[in-house]
């Protein structure tokens, strides 16, 4: 069965049914990779939290990351 037959078939499925192909098809890749960058990503959440609870981080306001992001991708 090809990839085109199989994604026209999913796309008929009823919207519930096409969720929880959704998660077998999630589940079925690698878990233990899966796993680990879940706990990599994480930790370093921890790790900037923490960094942000000591004062060793600085923050900016959401309006100047955008507008300094926008700058930037105009040039």
Same mark, same amino acid.
Request: net charge negative.
């Given at each position: ?6 994604? #026209? %078939?999913?796309?008929?499925?009823? #919207? %519930?049914? $096409? ?7 999630? %589940? ?17 959440? %921890?790790? $900037?939290?923490?960094?942000?609870? #000591? ?14 992001? $926008? $700058?930037?991708?105009?040039?």
């Amino acid at each position: 069965m090809s990839i085109a037959t199989i994604r #026209a %078939e999913a796309l008929s499925l009823p #919207a %519930e049914d $096409r969720a929880k192909l959704i998660d077998v098809l999630w %589940e079925s890749l690698s878990a233990p990779e899966m796993k680990s960058h879940e706990t990599a990503w994480a930790a370093e959440s %921890e790790r $900037r939290i923490d960094a942000f609870d #000591a004062g060793k981080l600085t923050t900016q306001d959401a309006a100047s990351v955008f507008s300094k992001l $926008r $700058r930037d991708l105009r040039r």
